[in-house]
Structure formats: C-alpha cells, structure tokens
C-alpha cells in the first residue's frame, strides 16, 4: 500500500497477529493498527506482542470491540477506520460487516460459512464501500488459483467448457499418530463446521450440495499420500461463477490416511444430537493435540480436453512452511490465511469499488502475484 491508511483488525488471536504484522512489515507505507477484541486485555496483549514482533516503527492501538452495544470509544475507532478486517468467529461476521457499512469502511473476512456469507452479501448490496468475502486460505487463496487455472486451461487449449476442477487444501501437521491421525493447527470449531455443513459442488454441469464427507478418496502429492474428502465452504461462490463451464467441480480437504475413518466413527457414537458441530468439537479437543509446527498443502487440478479432442490435465501444488516475519516465527496457517486479507485490504483501499467482490470476480493472476500473497505463496 502506498499510502497511509488506518486498519481496524477484529479479533486477537493467531490470524489476527499474522496480518498485523505482514501489514507492518511488507508495506510501502506503514499503516495505523486498531486491534479490537471482546476481551480488552487479549487486545492490548496482542498489541504489544505485534509491537515486540517487527522490525519496524509502527503505531498500534488496542480496543474492546462488542459485538452487540456501540460504545463511544468504537464509534471513535469506526470514524477514523479506512477498513476492517475480519478475523473473529465466522458467526459474528455480520454484525462486522454491518459496521463497516455503516461507518463508511471498506470490509474483508475469511469464513467459510455459507449462510453468514449470504447475510452479507444481502446487507451490503448498495454499500458505498467495498466488500471482499472469503478471503482466506479455503475459501479464498484457493479458489483464485483454481480459477486461474480454469481461464489457462481455456486460453492455452482454445476450448470454453472443461471436464473437471479441482481444488483441495491440506491444513496438517508434519507427523500424525493413531487413532485419530491430525493435530490441530487452526480453529477446532472451523473444523467440526467444514464437517458436519453440506458442500456445494457442481455435478453433470450444475452447482448442487452434497453432505461433507461423503466422497472419500486417496490421492498422491508430490510423491505423498493423502486422503480428500468434500467439506463445506472452500468452493465459495466458484459453484455459481462456473456452472455449465465446468462438469465436476469440488474442494475438498486434505487429510493423512485414517483420520476420516476415525471422524466417521466419533460420529457414529455421538450418534443424533441436537448440537453436532459442538459435541463432535469437544470430542475432538478431548482427543486431539494443538501442535505448532504445521505444514499447508495445497493442489488444484484442470482437466478436460482440447480443441483437437486429446485429453489434457493441468496442475499446481505447493507446500508452504511457517515463515518468520519480522522478529516472530509464524505457522504456515497464520501466513497463508493472512497473506490473502493482507492482499485484499490492499485491493480494496486502492480502489473505488463498492458492494460485495465475491471470490470469482477477482480478476486471479495480479491478485495472486501481489506483494503480501506472493512472498507467502511464491508467485505463479
């Protein structure tokens, strides 16, 4: 960004940290922080770990942030904010996004929840800011890449329709053990969501839903076996984007051999229950370990076939370790989830776009290439 501008980031948790401190690091032009979070003290906390974590001067300023009574010191924060950046719980997302709207900010968040994105999507119809929604790592980083390959496929083999598109994303750590062969290295509720909601996927040329983890299958990347397997939200809005463009069209996530078979089996004992996102979290936090040292890994695939009728596949994978920015070590999840906010507060302040952007009208390559996703990710 090369001018100066002030961000609010909602939320004091891992992601927040991360896009505070690419922004501190990686901009032309050092921007003002406001860290707001429900608890003040988790925000102050996080304000002066940022401080201690970068290299470079900066002024950053903690806030409590209600997600339900305006106080003075918010309307302060709100009046003098260029933009908020979304880093709380998918289900307060709305009431961000209302914020913005009505405080005149720009607005950028990453969940993957479906109905909270179809709230937004309604209320900032005739905003005068801009909105980019799903900007993350799945739903976001990915579907800009699947994206990107679809219009290369295209291009390079003169065709307008393909056979399949996929994507799939891996958030894993780099060694399992049995039963449950995982560790969590970001949100344990996010997961529990990602599968236990329905995946929207196109099908015979149709955008449809189908129930998460109900499409098992084992796949090899760059030599390493995983297992995939449709979860909810990592398509975004690609479904609507591209039907009758593509056949079969999904994402889905990556996984060691045997954690889906354990998954499959905590459900069958929780059994019909009135909360199962809940009861299948807290059975997962009962049993499996929070582990730092993460690793993300990445695929998307093209195929179909050309204008000469020969059967083409076209694919990127990638593997993205934590990164030290600054002074502070980050996990791989906190860079790769934060490098696409980053980014996309850097396409919104510098543009004079208004209402939702929505992951398919991004235009993917200058997205993709740009100077937060790229030193993240590699350029592609």
């Known amino acids: 960004m090369k001018k100066h501008f002030n961000i609010i980031i909602a939320g004091a948790g891992g992601i927040a940290e991360a896009v505070a401190l690419l922004l501190i690091e990686w901009s032309e032009v050092t921007p003002t922080l406001f860290i707001g979070n429900r608890t003040y003290t988790n925000a102050y906390h996080l304000a002066e770990r940022i401080k201690s974590g970068t290299t470079k001067s900066c002024t950053i300023e903690a806030f409590q942030l209600s997600g339900t009574e305006v106080s003075d010191e918010m309307v302060s924060v709100f009046k003098k904010g260029d933009i908020i950046l979304d880093c709380l719980p998918g289900s307060l997302a709305p009431k961000m996004a209302q914020y913005a709207k009505f ?104 955008k449809t839903m189908l129930p998460s983890l109900s499409e098992r299958a084992k796949i090899i990347i760059n030599g390493m076996q995983y297992e995939e397997d449709l979860t909810s939200g990592g398509a975004a809005d690609l479904p609507d984007a591209l039907s009758g463009k593509v056949h079969t069209l999904d994402y889905k996530t990556l996984r060691f051999p045997g954690h889906y078979s354990w998954v499959k089996e905590q459900l069958a004992i929780l059994g019909t229950t009135d909360d199962p996102i809940k009861k299948l979290q807290d059975k997962m936090q009962s049993l499996i370990p929070h582990i730092e040292e993460d690793q993300i890994i990445i695929y998307a695939a093209v195929e179909g076939k050309d204008s000469h009728g020969i059967l083409r596949r076209i694919e990127i994978d990638k593997c993205i370790l934590p990164l030290k920015v600054g002074n502070q070590q980050l996990r791989a999840i906190q860079t790769t989830t934060a490098a696409p906010l980053a980014q996309a507060a850097q396409f919104l302040l510098e543009s004079d776009l208004k209402g939702v952007i929505l992951q398919s009208q991004i235009d993917p390559i200058p997205f993709l290439n740009g100077n937060y996703i790229s030193k993240v990710y590699g350029n592609i």
């Not at 005149?104 to 990453?110: E, F, K, S, T």
């Not at 909270?116 to 990915?142: D, S």
């Not at 699947?146 to 307008?160: N, P, S, W, Y």
């Open 103 to 206: 405080f005149g900010m720009h607005y950028a968040n990453l969940t993957e929840y479906v109905d909270e994105t179809e709230e937004i999507i309604t209320l900032a119809q005739k905003a005068n800011t801009g909105f980019v929604l799903q900007t993350g790592l799945a739903p976001g980083y990915i579907d800009l890449l699947g994206h990107a390959l679809f219009q290369r496929f295209c291009k390079d083999f003169e065709v307008d329709k393909v056979d399949k598109l996929e994507m799939k994303v891996g958030a894993l750590t780099k060694n399992a053990i049995a039963p449950h062969f995982y560790g969590f290295t970001w949100s344990p509720v996010g997961v529990a969501t990602e599968y236990l909601k329905d995946a929207i996927v196109i099908r015979d040329s149709k």
